[in-house]
């Protein structure tokens, strides 16, 4: 489910989300759909979307308060992976055989370990020759391959756990491009005092270009467009 949600912050945003919703932070994705600096005749806002997954929110709640039941079936401990790459437990276990079993079926078989464990997140790392054909263009394929984990996660009953792939170091490699994209884009912005229309990006990539520039006072940002893949749009203030 989809929710938006406002304040004068971006901190301020997701507090009223988290408060409004009975979530935790963790619980759920946060995509800034619009920035705008408070200047000496206008308040400054953010304007967010949250998304709670593929469920109603209310189930990942019953999710959160099932880990705490004493029987324990579902528990999940939240613990950083220096040397435990192996899966640990029935949960991690079929999440890296399915992931297995999806790449070997593609064509590109590789070896499938944990990356991290942190609360309500499980990273998970693909070993392949294939790599650069998993990844696809703009990691496309992997985020299709993502979503595929995220469903099957929550087909297991965890839809509490948000699952992120990676292979080859793709998705850091990623993050510190579109760092400089922006800034090399807000630089271009505050040249020519114009606005410059960004490529489609999934939720997180434009949610790393919105918190990169949230600081530079004289640029501003707004997501443009429909569905998943929208636009960002780096804009010089006062520029309509």
């Given at each position: 489910?989809?929710?938006?949600?406002?304040?004068?912050?971006?901190?301020?945003?997701?507090?009223?989300?988290?408060?409004?919703?009975?979530?935790?932070?963790?619980?759920?994705?946060?995509?800034?759909?619009?920035?705008?600096?408070?200047?000496?005749?206008?308040?400054?806002f953010?304007r967010?979307r949250?998304?709670?997954?593929?469920?109603q929110?209310?189930?990942?709640?019953?999710?959160?308060?099932a880990?705490?039941?004493?029987?324990?079936?579902?528990?999940?401990?939240?613990?950083?992976?220096?040397?435990?790459?192996?899966?640990?437990?029935?949960?991690?276990?079929?999440m890296?055989a399915?992931?297995?079993?999806?790449?070997?079926?593609?064509?590109?078989?590789?070896?499938?370990?944990?990356?991290?464990?942190?609360?309500?997140?499980?990273?998970?790392k693909?070993?392949?020759?294939?790599?650069?054909?998993?990844?696809?263009?703009?990691?496309?394929?992997?985020?299709?391959?993502?979503?595929?984990?995220?469903?099957?996660?929550?087909?297991?009953?965890?839809?509490?756990?948000?699952i992120?792939?990676?292979?080859?170091?793709?998705r850091?490699?990623?993050?510190?491009?579109?760092?400089?994209?922006?800034y090399?884009?807000?630089?271009?912005?505050?040249?020519s005092?114009?606005?410059?229309?960004?490529?489609?990006?999934?939720?997180?990539?434009?949610?790393?270009?919105h918190?990169?520039?949230?600081?530079?006072?004289?640029?501003?940002?707004?997501?443009?467009?429909?569905?998943?893949?929208?636009?960002?749009?780096v804009?010089?203030?006062?520029?309509?």
């Amino acid at each position: 489910m989809e929710f938006e949600f406002e304040g004068r912050t971006e901190k301020e945003a997701i507090d009223k989300a988290a408060e409004e919703l009975g979530l935790e932070k963790d619980d759920f994705d946060v995509e800034i759909l619009e920035t705008q600096k408070q200047g000496l005749f206008k308040k400054g806002f953010v304007r967010i979307r949250v998304h709670t997954g593929n469920t109603q929110f209310s189930a990942a709640r019953s999710s959160v308060a099932a880990d705490n039941d004493d029987s324990g079936k579902r528990s999940f401990v939240s613990k950083t992976v220096f040397g435990e790459p192996e899966p640990q437990g029935d949960f991690e276990e079929k999440m890296t055989a399915f992931t297995s079993g999806i790449i070997e079926r593609m064509g590109y078989p590789g070896r499938i370990s944990v990356l991290f464990r942190e609360k309500n997140k499980l990273g998970l790392k693909i070993d392949s020759s294939h790599s650069s054909i998993l990844i696809g263009k703009k990691g496309k394929n992997l985020d299709a391959l993502q979503l595929l984990l995220n469903i099957y996660a929550g087909r297991l009953g965890r839809e509490d756990v948000r699952i992120i792939l990676d292979t080859e170091n793709y998705r850091i490699r990623r993050e510190e491009s579109l760092v400089r994209l922006a800034y090399n884009v807000a630089e271009k912005v505050r040249e020519s005092r114009g606005s410059i229309l960004l490529e489609p990006m999934n939720p997180f990539d434009r949610w790393l270009i919105h918190t990169t520039l949230n600081d530079i006072n004289d640029v501003e940002t707004k997501s443009e467009g429909e569905g998943l893949y929208k636009q960002v749009r780096v804009f010089y203030r006062g520029f309509r």
